[in-house]
């Protein structure tokens, strides 16, 4: 449950969650038109905020809105935001949309856009000795996948359809390809490579996955990024899935059947290994 003492950043103001509010007739609530962004925060820092801040500018040219702050501004409130709720680890939300009109499917042409910042402690990653189940499904979602749009109805049902069959995550297919999860990157290992699905409109570029790609690239993994078939996700010896807020967890069922040998994979436990020796090194100031 939301703690409504926890300070919010609404247009200008930091003030107590429960006294922020948003009018009826924004056009994120009316229409979905809007974007938002997940940041995670370790020992009070910040995690790769230029990459998240570029891809907020991305989806913002995207549904054509111009973004209200510039970057030394957004770091200036997400910093005071951090600060004014405890510091620590922290995972910010942050939402732009159009902002207050009349209702109507055309841009307004005087509105001014409604900017949210929130920020929640961040629990410490489940540590998946066994690994997840997955289920696939096809992808309902529309052709922008690359903005990170307001507009999660699929990607909600989606999820929900993974969590009543005893899932934590959907697999989305598209056109026989797998691009990534509901709310997760995708990743396999076939023949001892590690492959993720190339950027494009098909899904949504993940912060956590471009860093999962340079520790593999750093450390000397074979790697590629190339598209995923139904068949290579079958056939494949280890599944991971990546997000901002579970960071590399390994997928060891999918459809009911094992990923391997069913259990997680000795690839994945380097990268898992790195990526948290990243984390920590961060989270002391050791680097960006």
């Not at 709720?85 to 207050?100: A, E, F, M, P």
């Not at 307001?150 to 934590?168: D, S």
């Amino acid at each position: 449950m939301m703690d409504l003492s926890r300070t919010v950043y609404l247009n200008g103001e930091f003030l107590p969650a429960g006294e922020a509010k948003v009018s009826v007739l924004d056009r994120g609530f009316l229409f979905g038109d809007g974007v938002y962004e997940v940041i995670p925060v370790y020992g009070g820092r910040l995690f790769r905020l230029d990459p998240h801040l570029a891809r907020l500018d991305h989806s913002l040219e995207g549904i054509r809105l111009a973004n209200p702050l510039d970057h030394p501004a957004w770091r200036r409130v997400l910093e005071r935001l951090v600060e004014a709720n405890g510091g620590g680890d922290q995972s910010i939300y942050l939402q732009v949309t159009r902002g207050v009109a009349a209702r109507d499917h055309g841009f307004p042409q005087d509105a001014e856009p409604t900017v949210v910042a929130m920020s929640n402690p961040l629990p410490a990653p489940a540590v998946h000795r066994e690994g997840v189940e997955a289920i696939t499904v096809e992808d309902i979602r529309w052709h922008y996948r690359h903005i990170k749009a307001i507009t999660l109805l699929p990607n909600v049902l989606l999820r929900q359809q993974a969590l009543e069959m005893g899932a934590a995550e959907a697999i989305l297919l598209h056109d026989g390809q797998a691009t990534e999860g509901a709310a997760s990157n995708l990743f396999v290992v076939r023949g001892g490579v590690v492959t993720t699905p190339p950027k494009g409109n098909l899904l949504l570029p993940g912060i956590t996955r471009d860093l999962v790609v340079e520790l593999c690239r750093d450390h000397g993994l074979p790697f590629e990024e190339a598209p995923v078939y139904e068949a290579d996700l079958r056939e494949a010896e280890e599944v991971w899935l990546t997000s901002s807020t579970k960071e590399v967890v390994p997928v060891t069922r999918i459809d009911g059947a094992p990923v391997g040998d069913g259990r997680p994979g000795p690839l994945w436990g380097r990268v898992s290994d790195r990526f948290r020796a990243y984390k920590e090194a961060f989270s002391h100031g050791e680097v960006d």
